[in-house]
């Protein structure tokens, strides 16, 4: 079995992901109307590296809540990695700026991702 089909016999992701250039100025807008997605985005393009999960639900908690990680409760840093993985993470990934590797917890930028970079810098 390839790794880009399930057992199910989904279509691949590459295959079902709807680029960039083929989504609407208010799907772009809709994309980055969330803070969490557009610090994702941000996240990825300083970094320019794939990033763990977990690291960036930590650098995510912390800018939401001004102070380190160990000074925020487990509680709502849980929340904020359940957001990131049932919510943003696959918004994105949909619109092909990302591939998420949920076996490896790894969050890895598309080239894609550079064609928001302008929309970024607007916000």
Request: glycine share 4%; charged share 30%; hydrophobic share 35%.
């Amino acid at each position: 079995m390839s790794e880009q089909t399930s057992g199910s016999g989904e279509t691949p992701k590459e295959e079902i992901a709807i680029p960039v250039e083929d989504t609407s100025v208010d799907g772009v807008l809709e994309l980055l109307s969330h803070h969490r997605r557009r610090a994702i985005l941000d996240l990825l393009l300083t970094h320019d590296r794939p990033l763990t999960l977990t690291d960036i639900r930590n650098e995510v908690v912390e800018k939401e809540q001004g102070t380190e990680i160990t000074e925020i409760p487990s509680k709502q840093v849980q929340q904020v990695h359940i957001s990131l993985h049932h919510v943003h993470i696959p918004k994105l990934e949909e619109k092909g700026v990302i591939n998420y590797d949920s076996s490896r917890n790894l969050v890895e930028p598309t080239e894609e991702i550079g064609q928001l970079e302008p929309f970024l810098a607007q916000l």
